[in-house]
């Protein structure tokens, strides 16, 4: 009998309401998935009751009309969402025991219109990295092996349990959070399609703060389709985040299937990296004949700060970062070590409390905003961050869509860059601008690297224009017909 | 010894020149904080009043309260200061226990009030000018209780986050007389604007006195900071005290270090605070979580037409429409209740003697009992009346002072007093006529010793007033006893 | 710029984070070689630049709150996560000022 986890987000949505299986079911295969699947360790609280206490009042709405947009969907949670009464931990020893008495707008959008929390997923420590593996709960471990290889694989960070989890067919979907490509790179390792939505979209309320002017939350899911259903209900204008915008959310599922047919795809020439590997090079020449054969046009266009981008992110998100780690001093919520002295209740706290990549972070942050520091670092920063968005302002005047590599690698091996924290922060070259200046941008799987890994292809819109992405994502899924992993190695 | 003239103090070596300048903390009146929607009410249950904002836990934001907003521009405008259009929120990064974010958002370079300046009022009647720096917003800290426990302080965060107005006044006070003026014309008018309560008991209003001192002519000395000093009393002593320890320490060959200091009210004296000994590198930055804060000319301008007559302004209509000394109209308008007070019972009353009455008998009797002019017993309108029947001399001024006295006890208004105690003048000259001949004829003696002590026609006067009861019209009575006493008139 | 102990240690005193002995040598090597390479940025002409402190689009500047009290009276959910407290306080060692 073919499981129901085979079925995608929207396939089951469908089933639901033709009455195929019942919310209930759908939850327990679901379940059945997430606990056979620990090997991965995508997640760090498992939730089946919850689940299967909504997917009874989900199938009970089914029967009686007032089903809602996402009726009795199983959805997995980075832990960087705080779920009211459900362990949020950051993936951090320090917030190991916090239990949140309030739920974040995201999350509480989502189970307004009926979907069931399956468990919170895996992330690196307080969303910094690019592997999962700085996680106090451990690695999560990539569902995709290299081919005839049995190492184990990073699936990306930050949000690597949410890629990891989709890839696996567990859960119809996750939410990540993206600050310089926690949700693109991740997804470009695993296959999965992952969206940054526009800085503002999503309200960041109840959402683990790491880089304010960077954070966004985004969906990752199987499919294209699936992801624009995803977005749609966690958008929304909330009075409770004054970064969160009132532009009317638009149905994204609409854009699914329109023609791109002269409509512009830029191809920014500084995203070529010297010692790009060939692959990827061709995946993205692929992608611009997906392009042009669907009727766009393809104009080469030039963002002169793009290699500014990465130094840039690690000055600024940082510093907010130093800034917004500092209310973890053991006093009213998380880890704390009891002493006589004040200074030192916060000194062991926090060093007990915070991982090596969180204390590095605090460490820059704070220096490049310490007094004699703060105008040739974060200022300075800050004034290239403008040119950078001036930059991607003035290609968006000649074009309507900008294609590159999500990644300028396949997924790596577990401990491979661990040591090197500057090689780490070099795989999100290709991503991070994009926080920088705001924009939406998603993920979508193109091709197999010739160890059998997946890469992605990134498409970056203009400010609020998710849907253009959406209509040209569509056109690289089904152009590049994707196949997901055939053997899954990890149940038990 | 402080020269009065020019406020200089004499050391061993030389005069020394006192330079102050004050930084008031002034809590918002308002609803709700300045970033959350939690209550801002004095004195409530510990941490009944804070919200998942205030507490900073992971996740919260801040959303600014619109009205603390106006009520810094309001302020800003009642200082004759410059209004900022565009100002910005910056995050001031520290470790405290009352400080639950590890920062507080204030505003460091670009705040919403810029430069203005403030007139004080001194003792001896003159006046002067004090500038002000800049007024901005920010958050208030938590409260920690350190006497609860022996080795735990214990923290409560209700006034975590309440809005606060930082003024920040140029370095232009040279005296202890000076710094209080500047403060309790500060309250003054922010009372007046109902920006703040000016509560120093409370604590909705605490000044941190900056003090140094040198020789005059001289570059500025080595300055020193008495934090949260909260009555206008404390502030002259503090300096007082501050002032006298530096030029101490200076004539003794030390010098002054920088530091910021505590005001002990028992003792009388400033000490250093050991937790703010090191100093603190804020890394403040722009606020992230908040964009610029914007406004137009038109929002400013029409804040200003909602102001009321400040105390400057009031006070220089007092001298003019009501004709009163400037002593007086001081008096009245250093408290907006009393200005209030007062124009309520001058209505349709001499100004002059309705003045006269406030600042003698009514304070001298509310001070007796403790009391403040809001819950004085006698309405504005019927001192107003008091005064009106002795003008009109339905009354002499001394039953006026038994009328007050009822008024005082009762509340009721005076016509109805005078009348159902039978309080009215007499005015009849024949009725008085017959007593004083009445008196005349029973003291023969009196009659004869006055030939010699004319001064004793004031026993008469006496006499007549007892007979009636201290009614009879005090001028008819002179009058008569003259011509008939000492053949005048 | 490069970055010496002294300065690590201060920073380190800022943001409340002690390191032993063999991990400040660590630190300091990470801190350097990520300065180091941030660096690059004073190739950047900036002159006539302003910073981007946020980028969120709102051309109606600063949103604002009514001054309503919609917020707080929840003392047990403030502390329900509290390592320290007593009768609804939290609960620090001794601040002597």
């Known amino acids: ?492 | 010894m402080v020269d009065q003239m020019n406020n200089l103090i004499k050391g061993s070596t030389g005069d020394w020149e006192l330079v102050i300048g004050i930084e008031v903390h002034a809590q918002i009146i308002s609803n709700s904080k300045l970033f959350s929607g939690s209550s801002t009410s004095f004195g409530s249950d510990h941490n009944t009043q804070v919200s998942f904002v205030d507490a900073g836990m992971p996740g919260m934001l801040p959303v600014i309260n619109s009205v603390c907003v106006e009520q810094a521009i309001k302020t800003g405008l009642g200082l004759n200061a410059k209004i900022n259009n565009f100002s910005i929120f910056d995050r001031k990064n520290y470790f405290y226990p009352d400080l639950p974010q590890g920062y507080q958002i204030s505003q460091f370079e670009q705040p919403i009030v810029g430069n203005g300046m403030i007139t004080i009022d001194l003792d001896n009647g003159d006046s002067k000018n004090v500038g002000i720096e800049r007024l901005h917003l920010e958050q208030d800290a938590g409260k920690s209780l350190h006497d609860q426990h022996p080795s735990y302080s214990f923290v409560d965060l209700n006034r975590s986050g309440v809005a606060l107005m930082e003024i920040v006044s140029m370095p232009d006070m040279r005296s202890p007389e000076e710094a209080q003026a500047y403060v309790k014309k500060l309250r003054n008018i922010m009372k007046y604007l109902q920006t703040c309560d000016g509560n120093m008991e409370e604590g909705s209003l605490r000044a941190d006195i900056n003090v140094s001192v040198r020789k005059p002519g001289d570059e500025l000395g080595t300055r020193c900071e008495i934090k949260n000093v909260n009555s206008i009393k404390f502030i002259g002593q503090a300096i007082v005290y501050e002032a006298k320890r530096q030029i101490d320490l200076i004539e003794k060959g030390n010098l002054v270090e920088q530091q910021t200091r505590l005001f002990d009210p028992k003792k009388g004296q400033t000490r250093s605070m050991r937790s703010k000994e090191e100093s603190h590198d804020y890394r403040y930055f722009p606020d992230p979580d908040l964009l610029p804060l914007t406004f137009t000319d038109e929002f400013v301008d029409e804040i200003k037409k909602t102001l009321p007559e400040l105390p400057d302004i009031r006070r220089k209509r007092f001298i003019n429409e009501y004709g009163l000394s400037p002593y007086d109209s001081n008096i009245l308008v250093s408290e907006k209740e009393t200005a209030d007070y007062f124009e309520e019972a001058a209505k349709n009353s001499n100004p002059k003697l309705v003045c006269n009455w406030v600042i003698g008998e009514l304070f001298s009797v509310l001070n007796k009992m403790n009391k403040t002019l809001e819950d004085c017993p006698i309405r504005a309108g019927d001192l107003g009346e008091l005064v009106n029947l002795i003008d009109d001399e339905t009354i002499t001024g001394r039953i006026a002072k038994d009328v007050f006295e009822i008024m005082l006890e009762t509340g009721n208004n005076p016509k109805t007093i005078v009348d159902e105690n039978n309080m009215k003048q007499v005015n009849d000259l024949s009725e008085i006529e017959s007593i004083i001949d009445k008196i005349i004829e029973n003291n023969p003696d009196q009659v004869e010793a006055l030939a010699e002590k004319p001064n004793l026609i004031g026993w008469f006067v006496g006499q007549t007033m007892k007979e009636t009861q201290g009614k009879a019209n005090p001028k008819t009575v002179n009058e008569i006893l003259s011509k008939k006493l000492l053949n005048k008139g | 710029m490069s970055v010496d102990k002294e300065n690590v240690i201060k920073i380190a005193n800022l943001s409340k984070i002690s390191f032993k002995d063999h991990e400040i040598e660590k630190i300091l090597e990470d801190l350097n070689q990520i300065i180091d390479w941030v660096d690059q940025l004073t190739e950047v002409n900036t002159d006539k630049v302003s910073p981007t402190f946020s980028s969120f689009d709102n051309d109606k500047g600063m949103k604002k709150r009514e001054d309503i009290i919609n917020d707080g009276d929840y003392r047990e959910d403030i502390t329900l996560n509290a390592p320290n407290s007593e009768e609804g306080f939290f609960l620090v060692p001794k601040v002597i000022d």
């Open chain 1, 1 to 492: 009998m073919k499981k129901l986890t085979e079925l995608c987000l929207h396939e089951a949505r469908e089933g639901l309401l033709n009455k195929d299986f019942t919310s209930k079911e759908l939850a327990l295969d679901h379940i059945e998935a997430m606990e056979s699947s620990r090997l991965l360790n995508a997640f760090i609280t498992e939730t089946p009751e919850i689940a299967i206490k909504s997917a009874e009042e989900s199938d009970s709405r089914l029967s009686n009309g007032t089903n809602r947009e996402l009726e009795g969907i199983p959805i997995g949670v980075k832990d960087m969402f705080c779920t009211k009464g459900v362990l949020t931990t950051a993936s951090s020893k320090m917030l190991s025991n916090f239990i949140p008495p309030y739920e974040s707008t995201v999350t509480e959008n989502l189970w307004n219109e009926g979907a069931l929390l399956l468990g919170k997923l895996n992330n690196d420590e307080f969303a910094m990295g690019s592997s999962n593996e700085t996680s106090f709960y451990g690695p999560v471990i990539n569902p995709w092996k290299r081919e005839n290889e049995k190492i184990d694989l990073v699936p990306g960070g930050s949000s690597g349990g949410s890629s990891a989890s989709v890839a696996a067919k567990i859960g119809l979907g996750a939410l990540g959070t993206d600050t310089g490509g926690s949700i693109r790179q991740p997804a470009s390792f695993t296959g999965t399609v992952g969206l940054k939505p526009t800085y503002g979209r999503c309200s960041r309320w109840g959402i683990i703060a790491f880089a304010s002017s960077l954070d966004q939350a985004g969906p990752i899911t199987r499919n294209v389709r699936d992801n624009s259903i995803l977005l749609k209900n966690m958008c929304s204008h909330d009075p409770k985040d004054t970064t969160s915008s009132s532009k009317e959310v638009p149905n994204f599922e609409d854009s699914i299937g329109k023609s791109v047919k002269g409509l512009k795809v830029g191809i920014p020439n500084e995203f070529f990296q010297e010692d790009m590997p060939n692959e990827i090079i061709e995946i993205w020449n692929m992608g611009k004949e997906w392009l042009k054969k669907s009727g766009a046009e393809i104009i080469d266009v030039s963002l002169p700060n793009t290699k500014y981008a990465l130094p840039c992110y690690y000055i600024i998100a940082p510093a907010e970062a130093s800034s917004n780690l500092a209310r973890y001093d053991g006093v009213r919520f998380g880890h704390s070590v009891q002493s006589s002295d004040i200074n030192d209740l916060y000194k062991l706290t926090r060093s007990e409390g915070f991982g090596d990549e969180v204390k590095r972070r605090i460490m820059i942050g704070t220096y490049v905003l310490s007094s004699g520091y703060y105008d040739a670092y974060y200022l300075k920063a800050q004034k290239v961050r403008s040119l950078i968005t001036e930059d991607y302002n003035k290609v968006f005047n000649n074009v309507d869509v900008i294609l590159t590599p999500s990644t300028p690698n396949s997924a790596f091996g577990l401990n491979e860059k661990s040591d090197d924290p500057l090689s780490m922060y070099l795989n999100d070259i290709f991503t991070v601008p994009i926080n920088l200046a705001g924009l939406p941008a998603i993920s979508v799987p193109a091709a197999r690297d010739s160890n059998g890994l997946p890469l992605g292809l990134q498409l970056i819109g203009r400010p609020f224009e998710e849907e253009t992405i959406y209509s040209f994502a569509k056109i690289l899924e089904d152009s590049a017909n994707f196949k997901n992993i055939e053997n899954q190695w990890w149940i038990k």
